[in-house]
C-alpha cells in the first residue's frame, strides 16, 4: 500500500485578528457557524473519496489561519469522516496548528482524545515587547503555560518562532532560543521574518519605518540557530525545520518529497494522481485550487457541489521545477533515482557551476545545496531552473 498513501491538509481560514506579517489565507469575521463550515469540509472530503484511487492516509494536518479555534468536536467529526472514507495507516500523523491563548490551551485534551497526536503551537516571540510589535494577542506568560500545557498532553510537539525581528540582536535571539531550547524539544520552525505582499509589515517597510537583517546579519542568525539547535541535538533538516531524529514532520515531508496531497478548505490546494478520471494524464499530478474566500467557498458547495476554483494537469516541465523547489529545500535533497527526469544539459552546466560556486553538493544518488545555498534557496532556484 506505501506506494498509494495520501496526506491531507485541512485549512480552517478565521483568526480573531490579523497578525501584521502574515499573509496565509486568514479572515478575521465577527461571529460564524462552524458546523456550516465543518459540513462543507465533510462534504468534500466525501466528494474526493469518489474521484480518487488512494487507499491510505499516513498524515492529517489542521492547518489555518487558527484551527485551534476549532471545538473538539469539530476535529473530531472530521477526523472520523476521513477515517471512515479511508484506512488511517497505523503511525498516522494527525497534527493540529495551534496559537497558544488559554481558552485555546484548554481545548488541547479534547483535540487529543479526537485523534490529533501532534501540536504546533505558534509561540512566535518569547518575550511580551516583540510579541507586541508581532501584533499577537497572548502573552509571554500564555505562550510558554500553552506550550508546557501541550508537552504535558502529546508526545509530539513543534513550537513556531520567528526571528530575525526588527532590532532583534544576535543574542537577544540567542537568549530566547536557549529558553525554549532548556524544554528539550523534539521539533521546532524557526522562520526568518520575512516580508510578504499586501501585509502591513510590507507598507511599514517600503515607508522606511521597519527594518530586518539583511546578508551578513541574515546568514548569522541562519548560523546562530543551526549551531544552537544542534548542540541540543536537533537537526536541520529543511530550510526551517528542526528535529530529534524520528520526529521530523511526515505531513511536511509529503510536500518536500513531492508526494501527493488533497487539501481541503477555503484556499487550500492539492496535488494529486487522477488516473481513473484523466486517464490521458496518468502521470500527471493534478494542481487543484480551492476557492479561497470563504463565502465563494462555502457558496459553491451549496450551488455546485464542489469548491474547486481551478483543476490543471501539470505538464513534465511544470512537475519538474515544482520538484527541485521544493526537495532542495531539503538538507537531504532529492534522490536522482526520483527525479521525475534527469537534468538536461544545460541544467547539468548550472548545476556544476552552484557546485563550484560551494551552493550545491551532487553526490552518487542525490542532489542537494549547502547551507549558503539554502539560504540564498530563491537566487539559487531562479539561477538554476533558468527563471531568472
Ligand atoms: C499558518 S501560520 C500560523 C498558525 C497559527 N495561526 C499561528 O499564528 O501560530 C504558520 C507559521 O508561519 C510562520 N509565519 C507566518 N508569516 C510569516 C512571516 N511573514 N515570516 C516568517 N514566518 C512567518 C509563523 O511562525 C506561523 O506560526
Ligand atoms: S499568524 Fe496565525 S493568527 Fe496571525 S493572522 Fe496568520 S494565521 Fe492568523
Known sequence: MKNNLLSIYIHWPFCESKCPYCDFNSHVLKSISEQNWVDGIVHELNRYKNILNYQGIKSIFFGGGTPSLMSGSSVDTIINTIQKLWTITEDCEITLEANPSSSEASRFQDYKNAGVNRLSVGLQALNDKDLKTLGRKHSYQEGIKAYECGLRIFDRVSADLIYARPHQTLDEWAQELSSILQYKPTHLSLYQLTIEPGTLFENLYKRGDLKIPHDQLAYDFYELTDQMTSAQGLRSYEISNYAVSGFESIHNLTYWNYQPYLGVGPGA??????????????????????????????????ANSHADASNIALTPVEMFEEQIMVGLRLKKGILKSQLIRPLNEQEHSRYNHLIKENYAIETDDRLMLTDSGRLLLNSVLGYFLNTD
Open 269 to 302: 490546494h492539492s496535488r494529486l494522481l487522477m488516473g481513473t478520471d484523466y486517464p490521458s494524464s496518468l502521470q500527471s499530478y493534478h494542481a487543484i485550487h480551492q476557492y479561497k474566500a470563504p463565502l465563494t467557498w462555502k457558496n459553491s458547495i451549496q
